[in-house]
């Protein structure tokens, strides 16, 4: 056994004999009664909270991803031959344009595909009758902004009068703002139950430091330290908030499951995509940490707080 | 006696004391105690006794004056060493002040836990104590549990167990049968002899006698007097207690 060892196990040997001794002090398990379910409560929800905000993260990343340097130019035309004419010609100055990764004009059966599930394709259904525009699909080498776009403009409009030049984000900027509202709200519900669990362990602190006053002065009496004192109450706090924390994280990642299961049987893409990574859940396992650290540092500020006020 | 016995523990300058707005319960009060000495607080009831001890044992500041313990002013000690003091000091509470939950041993070994002192050395010294008071045979037992005699007897050995520098007890032997009482006031009488000054508040004159070479102070109506000349200086010359063996030694 090597020095550093035997150093180790004498140091666990006198924590745990501290530990030990301390915890015989007060009562332990009858401090905080149902703390632990209040606890698990706090952080199941933080965690469904958590796990929306970060899928909706996802999909804002996964969405942004998707249209970044994105540009839709659509050829509105009633004439068919026309409106292909003047996207042929568009499409030929795009591909001379300085700046453009990708022109692509969208084939008609990826136009039929666009539209199906509006106006059909069964027997019968007259497609053609609908002037549907000619889309070209571009992608820019940089990001699109305002003095991009009006260029772009310009040199559409040269060859096809009719066209429309959007960029892709556009489209998508209310959905973003709607994700990005939703991710503060569930920062804010993280917020308000990190305040809750606060002031719960506060309530809870207090209120064993007046069923244990008695003992609590006994012990002052006989030289005991504010910071033992509080070491007792922390632990006690420490092992209701693990188990509550452990408890909290089951339940929230089996709702978020169940939440997940049901989103991706929606089918659609936006959705799809606000899986949850590794490293999501690896913040959502800290979840419970965090929680019995909060309820820790509460307790302890609490209870010395507390007796600073005794003699 | 050598030069040592006259090391001043306490000393109290025109101590005042009331409780909120109400009228001093302690007035003026002024004396010193030297280490190694066996001093009795008498006086009626309501007289103060207990409120002095109070500001003997550091639960109560004083409303004025000056009080230095153990050559420090204790009135403007920091809050964060007033443990260090009282682990100097054993106190025997009138009403006992056991905690419920523990058994008469942890109840006991509570000063010695708080100490710090490793479990390995608290056994023998606890058991020691619990078989010297005459409880070696209850010491698993809750003081729920124990009559009033059998709870006095583990609060006074709580208060010795840690050999303080001064031994601090209201009416200790209140509670217990005569017998009881001589052998309690034995053992203060042992742990004096090792040099722990003791201070019992009483108005039982039978112990008082106990103990001849003790020095008397009275307490009336909150004034303190001086029968035995226990206050002068230099101090009265005592002759040596009888010898009795401390649990331990």
Same mark, same amino acid.
């Given at each position: ?43 199941? $929800? ?14 804002? +990343? ?31 100055? $795009? ?57 772009? +403009? ?152 507390? $007796?600073?006020?005794?003699? | ?249």
């Amino acid at each position: 056994m090597t020095i550093l060892q035997t150093f180790g196990q004498s140091l666990r040997g006198e924590w745990r004999e501290r530990n030990g001794a301390e915890s015989r002090l007060l009562p332990q398990g009858k401090l905080s009664g149902p703390m632990p379910w209040v606890i698990a409560i706090m952080i199941g $929800l933080t965690v469904l909270a958590t796990t929306s905000g970060l899928a909706l993260r996802n999909t804002a +990343r996964a969405a942004n991803a998707d249209v970044k340097g994105g540009v839709t130019v659509q050829i509105v035309h009633g004439a068919p031959r026309e409106r292909d004419r003047q996207a042929r010609s568009a499409l030929a100055a $795009l591909e001379l344009a300085p700046g453009i990764a990708s022109a692509r004009l969208v084939p008609q059966h990826e136009l039929d595909a666009l539209v199906e599930p509006w106006l059909g394709t069964a027997v019968g259904d007259d497609v053609n009758a609908l002037p549907v525009p000619a889309l070209i699909d571009l992608r820019l080498t940089g990001p699109v902004d305002q003095a991009r776009l009006d260029s772009l +403009r310009a040199l559409v409009r040269q060859k096809a009068p009719a066209a429309r030049v959007d960029a892709q984000a556009s489209w998508l900027a209310p959905v973003f703002k709607a994700i990005s509202g939703l991710q503060w709200l569930a920062a804010g519900l993280i917020g308000l139950l990190a305040f809750a669990t606060v002031a719960t362990v506060l309530l809870a602190s207090r209120n064993a430091l007046g069923n244990h006053r008695g003992t609590i002065e006994i012990v002052h009496m006989l030289g005991g330290t504010d910071k033992q004192i509080a070491r007792i109450f922390q632990r006690s706090m420490a092992i209701d908030a693990a188990a509550g924390g452990v408890g909290g994280l089951l339940l929230g990642v089996v709702a978020t499951s169940l939440l997940g299961r049901q989103f991706s049987a929606l089918g659609s893409g936006m959705i799809g995509s606000a899986d949850l990574g590794w490293g999501d859940w690896l913040i959502v396992c800290c979840i419970p940490i965090g929680g019995v650290l909060l309820a820790v540092v509460t307790a302890r500020l609490s209870v010395l707080g507390a $007796l600073r006020r005794m003699l | 006696m050598s030069q040592q016995d006259d090391v001043e523990i306490v000393h109290f300058d025109n101590v005042g004391l009331r409780y909120g707005t109400g009228k001093e319960v302690l007035t003026d009060v002024s004396f010193t105690l030297y280490s190694g000495r066996f001093y009795f607080l008498t006086g009626a009831s309501g007289a103060g006794k207990t409120s002095m001890l109070k500001l003997l044992y550091l639960a109560q500041r004083p409303s004025r004056g000056l009080i230095r313990m153990f050559g420090t002013d204790a009135i403007t000690l920091p809050r964060d060493r007033l443990p260090g003091f009282r682990r100097r000091l054993g106190v025997v509470f009138q009403d006992f002040r056991l905690v419920p939950h523990l058994s008469a041993f942890d109840n006991v070994a509570l000063p010695l836990r708080v100490a710090g002192v490793p479990e390995r050395d608290i056994v023998k010294p606890v058991t020691d104590m619990l078989d010297w008071v005459g409880l070696g045979d209850r010491s698993t037992a809750r003081p729920a549990t124990l009559s009033g005699g059998e709870q006095q007897r583990v609060a006074i050995a709580r208060a010795v167990i840690g050999r303080p520098d001064m031994l601090v007890a209201d009416e200790p032997t209140g509670n217990v049968d005569p017998e009881m009482a001589v052998k309690l006031l034995r053992l203060f009488e042992a742990l004096n002899r090792l040099g722990t000054t003791v201070v019992v508040a009483t108005h039982d004159v039978h112990l008082i006698r106990q103990v001849p070479e003790s020095l008397i102070m009275r307490l009336d109506k909150g004034r303190l007097s001086d029968p035995t000349g226990a206050l002068r200086y230099p101090p009265r010359r005592v002759s040596a207690p009888a010898r009795v063996e401390f649990p331990g030694t």
